[in-house]
């Protein structure tokens, strides 16, 4: 089992479409979550951390489940901008008390008029 | 200043060359980060610095090799590399440098090939 999964998608959505990504990750252990997007041929950039409350910027709430072990990304209200690849990053200890990171392989989302 | 700039944008080399991708950031970060993202997979993260000095090396061959100047400035220098080296290397930076953080700045990368 991959340590970190996410459906590749792509999602096509229309515009003003509520969507939602999960993306489950196999260490219990893991500590920190975020996502990111990515444009096509363009670097990843941070889109929000995932706290264990759950949290939410403008039209996106990011939710984590720990019993799950899984964060979710939900989008409301989609935008033609919104179009992109969401990745996720979870953070995990090794056994010798260092971490590592790792992203997921992504989630396209496309956007339709 | 919220940018991760990197040179150059694209590099090509032959296996036989020796060069240097550069990455500098003038936000104050602690941690920088090289990581390499071949077409259509998500970036593997290849070496960390923290406070100028080289705290993860993800198992990368030693024809990569990581340079920390100073806490502005992170290099890798390329030798004898293989054409599957071949991918879009991007540099990253966070503040905190103690810790593996995971709010990072990335630059917008340099597109190597190798011939």
């Known amino acids: 089992r991959k340590e970190v999964e996410q459906d590749p998608g792509p999602f096509n959505v229309p515009e003003g479409a509520t969507v939602a990504f999960n993306c489950t990750y196999s260490?219990?252990?893991?500590?920190?979550f975020f996502w990111y997007r990515q444009d096509c041929r363009k670097e990843p950039k941070l889109l929000m951390s995932?706290?264990?409350s759950g949290n939410e910027d403008g039209r996106f709430t990011a939710q984590l489940n720990r019993a799950s072990q899984y964060i979710s990304l939900l989008i409301r209200d989609s935008k033609l901008s919104d179009s992109a690849t969401y990745l996720c990053?979870?953070?995990?200890?090794?056994?010798?008390?260092?971490?590592?990171?790792?992203f997921g392989s992504g989630t396209r989302l496309l956007v339709r008029p | 200043d919220t940018e991760v700039t990197q040179t150059p944008k694209h590099l090509v080399m032959g296996m036989t060359n020796k060069k240097s991708l550069k990455c500098e950031q003038h936000m104050g970060h602690r941690a920088m980060y090289w990581y390499k993202q071949k077409a259509k997979k998500p970036p593997e993260l290849m070496f960390v610095y923290s406070y100028e000095k080289l705290s993860i090396n993800e198992s990368v061959p030693s024809r990569f090799s990581p340079e920390c100047p100073n806490s502005s400035l992170l290099n890798l220098h390329l030798h004898a590399l293989q054409p599957e080296d071949s991918a879009l290397y991007l540099c990253?930076?966070?503040?905190?440098?103690?810790?593996?953080?995971?709010?990072?700045?990335f630059g917008p990368g340099t597109r190597l090939t190798v011939l």
């Open positions: 260490n219990s252990a893991s500590q920190s």
């Open positions: 990253a930076s966070s503040q905190e440098g103690q810790n593996l953080r995971g709010e990072q700045f």
């Open positions: 990053v979870v953070i995990l200890p090794r056994g010798d008390s260092s971490y590592k990171l790792i």
């Open positions: 995932v706290y264990s």
